[in-house]
């Protein structure tokens, strides 16, 4: 099966450097006037293999499209475009909840694209690493097995490692609220509160994580693989994770480029904007979404934290 992918940011190119290694790919993008050498992932030159083009009509030829888009761009894409993507095997990237509807992306798809076979594929990755053909291991979700399958051969590579699912939700959610747990940990390190308070951010945080995906549907061993698990200790512990920047910015006071995605920021407010409904305890999560829009100080959130009723583990 041929395969496109939509989206030309750091994560799309690299997908299609992955790719090409097994055949001709489709890497479409509004702008990719730089041609073969994509600025978001400098030192990277794309493989011959690789058709760079700005035609979408061009790219959904395919039969296979990732959507490498960011989360909150994903829903007016699927408004404007879809169209021209259903009745395809629609495999989402985006790491999210979408703000307005409080939903993850491949219900997005699955509503824009009801003809579609839709899948989800997350994990513990950099764009960087990808592109330079280190090692990576990556979780495919699709809740239709046979599907999932021959997806998972079709996208699996010498160094990119696809495990299966059928969990769709709990792959969904791990990559989005891992990114929440990434700026706190950002944060934590940004303020010098030191590697214990950082490993106290991250065991609670996925605590949180399992509690919110298990109350909307997802299965808790899904939270502790690659999709959840796996993706929190990359994010949490790494400069590249945009997130973990992000956070890290708030701790030392620093300016952070606000033109740069941070998803968790976005997701911190729709997770918080759940567990209210929900009546869901998500400490964490609302203390990110309070730093994040500067309602907090990171020393007040940590007091806020370090002195909650004392509990069972």
């Known amino acids: 099966m041929s395969v496109a992918i939509l989206g030309a940011g750091a994560f799309g190119s690299a997908l299609a450097v992955a790719l090409a290694a097994k055949g001709p790919v489709?890497?479409?993008?509004?702008?990719?006037?730089?041609?073969?050498?994509?600025?978001?992932?400098?030192?990277?030159?794309?493989?011959?293999?690789?058709?760079?083009?700005?035609?979408?009509?061009?790219?959904?030829?395919?039969?296979?499209?990732?959507?490498?888009?960011p989360a909150q761009v994903l829903r007016p894409f699927l408004d404007q475009h879809a169209a021209a993507l259903n009745g395809r095997a629609l495999v989402n990237?985006?790491?999210?909840?979408?703000?307005?509807?409080?939903?993850?992306?491949?219900?997005?798809?699955?509503?824009?694209?009801?003809?579609?076979?839709?899948?989800?594929?997350?994990?513990p990755s950099f764009?960087?690493?990808?592109?330079?053909?280190?090692?990576?291991?990556?979780?495919?979700?699709?809740?239709?097995?046979?599907?999932?399958?021959?997806?998972?051969?079709?996208?699996s590579t010498q160094v990119l490692r696809l495990y299966r699912t059928t969990d769709l939700i709990g792959a969904e959610l791990g990559g989005a609220l891992k990114n929440v747990i990434a700026i706190a940990?950002?944060?934590?390190?940004?303020?010098?509160l030191g590697e214990s308070a950082r490993a106290a951010i991250i065991t609670r945080g996925f605590a949180e994580m399992t509690r919110l995906a298990t109350e909307l549907g997802a299965r808790a061993e899904t939270l502790a693989g690659l999709s959840g698990l796996g993706d929190l200790t990359?994010?949490?512990?790494?400069?590249?994770?945009?997130?973990?920047?992000?956070?890290?910015?708030?701790?030392?006071?620093?300016?952070?480029d606000r033109s740069t995605t941070v998803e968790g920021a976005a997701t911190a407010?729709?997770?918080?904007?759940?567990?209210?409904?929900?009546?869901?305890?998500?400490?964490?999560?609302?203390?990110?979404?309070?730093?994040?829009?500067?309602?907090?100080?990171v020393e007040n959130a940590m007091d806020n934290l370090m002195t909650r009723p004392l509990k069972e583990e």
């Not at 940990?185 to 010098?192: D, E, P, Q, R």
């Not at 994010?235 to 973990?244: E, H, K």
């Open 234 to 256: 990359l994010t949490c512990s790494s400069t590249q994770s945009r997130n973990f920047r992000f956070g890290q910015a708030l701790g030392s006071g620093v300016d952070f």
């Open 127 to 155: 764009a960087a690493d990808i592109a330079r053909g280190l090692p990576t291991a990556l979780t495919l979700a699709c809740p239709d097995a046979r599907t999932g399958a021959q997806l998972q051969h079709q996208l």
């Open 185 to 192: 940990a950002g944060a934590v390190i940004g303020a010098g």
């Open 26 to 69: 489709t890497l479409w993008g509004r702008d990719v006037g730089w041609g073969r050498s994509n600025p978001r992932l400098p030192g990277v030159t794309l493989p011959d293999r690789i058709a760079v083009t700005d035609d979408l009509i061009t790219a959904c030829r395919a039969q296979t499209l990732l959507l490498a888009l």
């Open 269 to 297: 407010g729709a997770v918080t904007e759940i567990a209210r409904q929900r009546a869901l305890d998500l400490p964490i999560a609302a203390m990110v979404d309070r730093l994040a829009k500067g309602g907090i100080s």
């Open 93 to 123: 990237t985006a790491k999210g909840i979408d703000l307005t509807r409080l939903t993850g992306p491949s219900h997005l798809i699955a509503q824009a694209c009801p003809d579609a076979m839709v899948a989800t594929l997350t994990g």
